[in-house]
């Protein structure tokens, strides 16, 4: 059975950094991010090849976030820098079977349970 943990999350001031992680046991792959604050939409972050040569970002967050992957630790990371009030949500890692990264939620195959980002004024 596929399990997908993220950690990483927390309390941090207005432009300051958090690193999210995200195991994916079983086998590689595509991976993406996903945030939900309260009252919104699920909505795409970033997303990254199984080799980790092709990654994508949502628009608003290209040039602060940085997703990466380390595949001999099975494991996905989220780098945000520069981090505002409006980021707070909590973060789901999402694993995906095929092979071409997505920006929508519903072609993902397995969740995390996600972690909570609050970032304070």
């Known amino acids: 059975q596929v399990q997908v943990v993220e950690s990483g999350g927390g309390l941090v001031q207005a432009g300051g950094s958090l690193r999210l992680s995200c195991v994916a046991s079983?086998?590689?792959?595509?991976m993406g991010w996903f945030r939900q604050a309260p009252g919104k939409e699920r909505e795409f972050v970033a997303a990254?090849?199984?080799?980790?040569?092709?990654?994508y970002y949502a628009e608003s967050m290209k040039g602060r976030f940085t997703i990466s992957r380390d595949n001999a630790k099975n494991t996905v990371y989220l780098q945000m820098n520069s981090l505002k009030p409006e980021d707070t949500a909590v973060y789901y890692c999402?694993?995906?079977?095929?092979?071409?990264?997505?920006?929508?939620?519903?072609?993902?195959?397995?969740w995390g349970q996600g972690t909570q980002v609050t970032v304070s004024s």
């Open positions: 999402a694993a995906r079977v095929g092979t071409v990264p997505t920006t929508t939620a519903r072609t993902y195959d397995y």
């Open positions: 079983g086998r590689t792959f595509t």
């Open positions: 990254i090849s199984r080799s980790g040569g092709s990654t």
